[in-house]
């Protein structure tokens, strides 16, 4: 079945860029997504692109796409103490079943 | 707006005994999903409905059963409730692709 992977820890000094990533392995997914989970919350959608895309910014995120190798990033630039969640990488394909399947999340520490 | 709601926040079962969690949207989305979340792990698809009298499994069935009676309700059983069960359950819906909308979660412990 479909499966997505990410590492489960990155740490990084305030100030500078944070690179998340994830590997997945249905090729028909359609719409991959980030979201962030804080302390004792559900889920937000931080940002998405379709797969007819390789990059999208928006702000001090970046997401970048590599289709044939089935990698996603989350670049987030001048990481703030308030970026401290887990990023979730999900992905989601319109191939009939519309499973919204989620990685394994990514623990991000921000040291001041 | 209430988006999407979930109950109870809190609960504590012994083993054995059943209950049902409750998600509810009311942005009339086709499209809900149940997953779990234990501890320091990511989240795992339990059951999934693409629309109101269909439902479908995920990656961890076992020990869960679901309905979708209507449109906006869509409630997960236990019925014989374990240990491995522990765990933070999180309710979503979506109109399919696009942004998933969370509850705010249901922590369960069984003892």
């Known amino acids: 079945g479909e499966d997505v992977e990410q590492s489960l820890f990155l740490s990084v000094r305030e100030g500078d860029s944070s690179v998340i990533n994830c590997t997945y392995t249905?090729?028909?997914?359609?719409?991959l997504y980030w979201y962030k989970q804080e302390p004792g919350a559900g889920l937000q959608l931080l940002t998405y692109i379709f797969s007819n895309m390789d990059m999208k910014q928006d702000q001090r995120l970046t997401v970048l796409l590599n289709k044939k190798d089935k990698h996603l990033s989350l670049r987030i630039a001048d990481t703030q103490t308030g970026d401290s969640a887990i990023y979730f990488c999900?992905?989601?394909?319109?191939?009939?079943?519309?499973?919204?399947?989620f990685g394994t999340g990514t623990r991000l520490k921000v040291l001041a | 707006n209430a988006g999407v709601t979930q109950t109870p926040k809190f609960r504590i079962l012994k083993i054995g005994q059943s209950m049902t969690l409750q998600c509810t949207q009311d942005?009339?989305?086709?499209?809900m999903y149940w997953y779990r979340q234990d501890p320091g792990m990511g989240l795992k698809l339990i059951y999934y409905s693409v629309g109101a009298g269909i439902t479908d499994k995920g990656e961890v069935p076992n020990g869960y059963n679901v309905s979708r009676s209507t449109t906006e309700d869509f409630p997960l059983r236990l019925e014989l409730a374990a240990p491995s069960q522990t765990s933070v359950y999180f309710c979503a819906s979506t109109r399919g692709t696009g942004e998933a909308f969370f509850g705010q979660g249901t922590r369960l412990t069984v003892v």
């Open positions: 249905d090729s028909s997914s359609t719409y």
């Open positions: 942005m009339n989305h086709n499209y």
């Open positions: 999900a992905v989601s394909t319109t191939s009939g079943t519309y499973k919204y399947i």
